[in-house]
Protein backbone atom coordinates (compact mmCIF):
# COMPACT_ATOMS: atom_id res chain seq x y z
CA UNK A 1 0.00 0.00 0.00
CA UNK A 2 1.22 3.49 -0.70
CA UNK A 3 1.98 5.79 2.03
CA UNK A 4 1.00 9.60 0.88
CA UNK A 5 2.95 12.45 3.19
CA UNK A 6 2.24 15.53 2.82
CA UNK A 7 4.25 18.95 4.53
CA UNK A 8 3.42 20.80 6.12
CA UNK A 9 0.10 19.96 7.38
CA UNK A 10 -0.99 23.71 8.26
CA UNK A 11 0.85 26.55 6.55
CA UNK A 12 -0.45 30.32 7.03
CA UNK A 13 0.51 33.31 4.54
CA UNK A 14 0.30 36.75 3.93
CA UNK A 15 -1.34 37.47 0.31
CA UNK A 16 1.55 38.14 -2.24
CA UNK A 17 3.65 35.12 -0.64
CA UNK A 18 5.04 32.17 -2.81
CA UNK A 19 4.08 29.19 -1.04
CA UNK A 20 4.85 25.39 -1.31
CA UNK A 21 3.60 22.07 -0.54
CA UNK A 22 5.20 18.77 -0.48
CA UNK A 23 4.25 15.27 -1.22
CA UNK A 24 6.03 11.94 -0.99
CA UNK A 25 4.57 8.64 -1.86
CA UNK A 26 6.29 5.06 -1.21
CA UNK A 27 5.74 3.08 -4.06
CA UNK A 28 6.00 3.81 -7.99
CA UNK A 29 2.51 5.17 -9.04
CA UNK A 30 0.85 5.79 -12.88
CA UNK A 31 0.03 9.45 -12.11
CA UNK A 32 -0.16 12.11 -9.09
CA UNK A 33 -3.35 14.29 -8.61
CA UNK A 34 -3.31 17.98 -6.74
CA UNK A 35 -6.58 18.34 -5.61
CA UNK A 36 -8.06 21.17 -3.71
CA UNK A 37 -10.80 21.65 -0.71
CA UNK A 38 -12.84 24.57 0.40
CA UNK A 39 -14.34 24.33 3.53
CA UNK A 40 -17.63 23.09 3.16
CA UNK A 41 -16.93 22.40 -0.19
CA UNK A 42 -16.14 19.89 -3.14
CA UNK A 43 -13.45 18.55 -4.34
CA UNK A 44 -11.65 20.00 -7.74
CA UNK A 45 -9.07 18.50 -9.81
CA UNK A 46 -5.77 21.08 -10.01
CA UNK A 47 -3.43 18.74 -11.72
CA UNK A 48 -2.92 15.41 -13.14
CA UNK A 49 0.72 14.61 -13.35
CA UNK A 50 2.87 11.79 -14.15
CA UNK A 51 6.33 13.68 -15.13
CA UNK A 52 7.95 16.97 -15.20
CA UNK A 53 5.83 20.17 -14.49
CA UNK A 54 2.68 21.74 -15.26
CA UNK A 55 1.19 25.68 -15.01
CA UNK A 56 -2.26 26.76 -14.30
CA UNK A 57 -2.17 30.21 -13.79
CA UNK A 58 -0.62 31.11 -10.79
CA UNK A 59 -0.13 27.51 -9.63
CA UNK A 60 2.85 25.08 -10.52
CA UNK A 61 3.07 21.46 -9.95
CA UNK A 62 5.86 19.39 -10.53
CA UNK A 63 6.96 15.71 -10.17
CA UNK A 64 10.53 13.65 -9.23
CA UNK A 65 9.16 10.52 -10.61
CA UNK A 66 12.81 9.21 -9.54
CA UNK A 67 12.36 10.71 -5.95
CA UNK A 68 9.03 9.82 -5.28
CA UNK A 69 8.66 13.49 -4.58
CA UNK A 70 5.55 16.32 -5.88
CA UNK A 71 5.60 20.16 -4.74
CA UNK A 72 2.48 22.28 -5.39
CA UNK A 73 3.75 26.18 -5.59
CA UNK A 74 1.29 28.61 -5.67
CA UNK A 75 2.70 32.52 -6.64
CA UNK A 76 1.49 35.56 -5.73
CA UNK A 77 -0.76 33.74 -3.14
CA UNK A 78 -4.50 35.31 -2.05
CA UNK A 79 -6.77 34.90 0.12
CA UNK A 80 -8.92 32.97 -2.11
CA UNK A 81 -6.53 30.61 -2.30
CA UNK A 82 -7.03 29.52 1.21
CA UNK A 83 -8.28 25.90 1.27
CA UNK A 84 -7.06 22.03 2.22
CA UNK A 85 -4.80 20.65 -0.72
CA UNK A 86 -4.65 17.52 -1.21
CA UNK A 87 -2.03 14.95 -3.08
CA UNK A 88 -3.28 11.91 -4.24
CA UNK A 89 -1.39 8.97 -5.95
CA UNK A 90 -2.72 7.10 -8.37
CA UNK A 91 -2.48 3.08 -9.26
CA UNK A 92 -1.56 1.46 -12.02
CA UNK A 93 -1.18 -1.60 -13.17
CA UNK A 94 -4.60 -3.81 -13.11
CA UNK A 95 -5.94 -1.47 -10.55
CA UNK A 96 -5.12 1.29 -12.45
CA UNK A 97 -7.06 4.38 -11.45
CA UNK A 98 -7.37 4.33 -7.84
CA UNK A 99 -6.22 7.14 -5.29
CA UNK A 100 -4.01 7.18 -2.16
CA UNK A 101 -4.69 10.54 -0.71
CA UNK A 102 -2.05 12.36 1.98
CA UNK A 103 -3.46 14.10 4.85
CA UNK A 104 -3.59 17.32 3.25
CA UNK A 105 -2.98 20.64 3.79
CA UNK A 106 -4.58 23.36 5.29
CA UNK A 107 -3.86 26.93 3.87
CA UNK A 108 -4.50 30.23 4.61
CA UNK A 109 -3.81 33.60 3.38
CA UNK A 110 -3.93 36.80 5.02
CA UNK A 111 -4.77 39.78 3.14
CA UNK B 1 -18.41 21.94 -17.93
CA UNK B 2 -19.59 18.37 -17.29
CA UNK B 3 -20.04 17.63 -14.09
CA UNK B 4 -20.80 14.40 -11.95
CA UNK B 5 -24.06 14.78 -10.19
CA UNK B 6 -24.76 13.31 -6.55
CA UNK B 7 -27.59 13.00 -4.69
CA UNK B 8 -28.67 13.65 -2.14
CA UNK B 9 -26.30 16.41 -1.14
CA UNK B 10 -27.40 16.49 2.29
CA UNK B 11 -28.81 13.47 4.43
CA UNK B 12 -29.65 13.46 8.36
CA UNK B 13 -31.16 10.36 9.15
CA UNK B 14 -31.92 8.22 12.57
CA UNK B 15 -29.70 5.05 13.50
CA UNK B 16 -30.78 1.95 11.45
CA UNK B 17 -32.38 3.38 8.65
CA UNK B 18 -31.80 2.75 5.00
CA UNK B 19 -29.66 5.10 3.48
CA UNK B 20 -29.17 4.96 -0.29
CA UNK B 21 -26.71 7.89 -2.11
CA UNK B 22 -26.55 8.54 -6.01
CA UNK B 23 -23.80 8.99 -8.59
CA UNK B 24 -24.68 10.35 -12.02
CA UNK B 25 -21.00 9.83 -13.78
CA UNK B 26 -19.82 11.24 -16.96
CA UNK B 27 -20.54 10.27 -20.29
CA UNK B 28 -17.67 8.85 -21.60
CA UNK B 29 -16.12 8.45 -17.93
CA UNK B 30 -15.77 4.71 -17.62
CA UNK B 31 -14.57 4.36 -13.93
CA UNK B 32 -16.57 5.42 -10.89
CA UNK B 33 -15.40 5.23 -7.55
CA UNK B 34 -16.83 6.19 -3.92
CA UNK B 35 -14.86 7.62 -1.48
CA UNK B 36 -16.11 8.68 2.01
CA UNK B 37 -14.55 11.54 3.62
CA UNK B 38 -14.20 11.86 7.44
CA UNK B 39 -11.71 14.30 9.57
CA UNK B 40 -10.48 11.25 11.57
CA UNK B 41 -9.61 9.03 8.49
CA UNK B 42 -9.08 11.79 5.28
CA UNK B 43 -9.97 10.31 1.98
CA UNK B 44 -10.47 6.47 1.57
CA UNK B 45 -11.63 4.38 -1.31
CA UNK B 46 -14.74 2.31 -0.49
CA UNK B 47 -15.54 0.60 -4.12
CA UNK B 48 -15.41 1.45 -7.82
CA UNK B 49 -16.37 -0.34 -10.97
CA UNK B 50 -14.81 -0.18 -14.55
CA UNK B 51 -17.23 -0.55 -17.54
CA UNK B 52 -19.88 -1.01 -14.91
CA UNK B 53 -18.19 -4.28 -12.93
CA UNK B 54 -17.33 -4.00 -9.56
CA UNK B 55 -13.47 -4.19 -9.29
CA UNK B 56 -12.52 -3.74 -5.48
CA UNK B 57 -14.91 -3.16 -2.58
CA UNK B 58 -12.21 -4.05 0.07
CA UNK B 59 -12.98 -0.95 1.91
CA UNK B 60 -16.86 -1.26 2.45
CA UNK B 61 -17.84 -3.23 5.31
CA UNK B 62 -19.41 -5.86 3.33
CA UNK B 63 -22.39 -6.62 6.35
CA UNK B 64 -23.41 -2.93 5.91
CA UNK B 65 -22.82 -1.67 2.60
CA UNK B 66 -23.13 -2.13 -0.81
CA UNK B 67 -22.62 -0.40 -4.38
CA UNK B 68 -24.27 -1.08 -7.19
CA UNK B 69 -24.06 0.36 -11.28
CA UNK B 70 -27.09 -0.84 -12.74
CA UNK B 71 -26.61 1.12 -15.70
CA UNK B 72 -23.90 3.22 -17.21
CA UNK B 73 -26.07 6.48 -15.92
CA UNK B 74 -26.12 6.00 -12.45
CA UNK B 75 -24.14 4.15 -9.40
CA UNK B 76 -25.47 3.37 -6.29
CA UNK B 77 -23.96 3.17 -2.45
CA UNK B 78 -26.37 1.98 -0.09
CA UNK B 79 -26.04 1.27 3.77
CA UNK B 80 -28.26 -1.10 5.63
CA UNK B 81 -28.49 -0.28 8.48
CA UNK B 82 -27.30 3.10 9.23
CA UNK B 83 -24.60 3.66 12.24
CA UNK B 84 -23.56 6.69 13.87
CA UNK B 85 -20.01 6.04 12.65
CA UNK B 86 -21.05 5.88 9.05
CA UNK B 87 -21.81 9.79 9.52
CA UNK B 88 -18.95 11.56 6.57
CA UNK B 89 -19.05 12.91 3.37
CA UNK B 90 -19.69 10.51 0.66
CA UNK B 91 -17.86 11.45 -2.72
CA UNK B 92 -18.20 9.54 -5.90
CA UNK B 93 -15.99 10.07 -8.65
CA UNK B 94 -15.13 9.00 -12.16
CA UNK B 95 -12.63 8.82 -14.74
CA UNK B 96 -12.18 9.06 -18.12
CA UNK B 97 -11.63 6.09 -20.58
CA UNK B 98 -8.86 7.66 -22.21
CA UNK B 99 -7.54 10.80 -20.84
CA UNK B 100 -8.33 9.11 -17.18
CA UNK B 101 -8.65 12.65 -15.89
CA UNK B 102 -10.85 12.52 -12.75
CA UNK B 103 -13.67 14.14 -11.78
CA UNK B 104 -15.01 14.37 -8.49
CA UNK B 105 -19.33 14.93 -7.23
CA UNK B 106 -20.13 17.82 -4.68
CA UNK B 107 -20.54 14.72 -2.56
CA UNK B 108 -22.96 13.41 0.16
CA UNK B 109 -22.63 14.83 3.43
CA UNK B 110 -24.46 11.88 6.02
CA UNK B 111 -25.36 12.59 9.40
CA UNK B 112 -26.64 9.78 11.26
CA UNK B 113 -28.29 10.51 14.97
Known amino acids: KNEVEQSPQNLTAQEGEFITINCSYS?????LHWLQQHPGGGIVSLFMLSSGKKKHGRLIATINIQEKHSSLHITASHPRDSAVYIC?????????????FGQGTILTVHP | DARVTQTPRHKVTEMGQEVTMRCQPILGHNTVFWYRQTMMQGLELLAYFRNRAPLDDSGMPKDRFSAEMPDATLATLKIQPSEPRDSAVYFCATMHRSTYGYTFGSGTRLTVV
Open chain 1, 27 to 31: VGISA
Open chain 1, 88 to 100: AVQDGGTSYGKLT
